[in-house]
């Protein structure tokens, strides 16, 4: 968000709200041990819909009509013809975020064909 119009003051405050997060998980067992947040968005976060905002402003010139990458908070769709386009699409997606100094976590990203079907059983 560095370079962009979000006031300096808007940025100090989210670091302050994310610097040492921690969440536990809750399940029929008991709670687990306090777990460090690095990255992502806290979910309930007050910040989610500033957040959101914010993506849907970094990602502006990226969306197509028809709208065929749906944006849900902080995770993308990107849908292409072939792996060829969509290797192209999420290239377009890395540098417009980072020209935000946001960034796509490849690490992260999956991909899943449709189509041609074969034979076969599961």
Do not use: C, F
């Not at 402003?57 to 990226?62: D, I």
């Not at 935000?100 to 976590?105: E, P």
């Amino acid at each position: 968000m560095v370079g962009t119009a979000v006031p300096e003051i808007y940025i100090q405050w989210i670091k302050m709200i994310y610097h040492g997060a921690t969440s536990h998980v809750q399940g029929a067992a008991g709670q687990s041990k306090l777990s460090r947040i690095k990255t992502g968005v806290h979910q309930g976060s007050v910040l989610s819909p500033l957040l959101l905002t914010v993506m849907d402003a970094a990602t502006e010139g990226l969306k197509r009509q028809p709208s065929w990458g749906p944006l849900y908070a902080d995770d993308v769709v990107l849908m292409a013809e072939n792996r060829k386009e969509l290797k192209k699409e999420a290239q377009r997606w890395k540098d417009q975020l980072g020209s935000y100094g946001l960034k796509l976590n490849t690490k992260k990203t999956e991909y899943m064909k449709v189509g041609d079907q074969t034979s076969g059983s599961i």
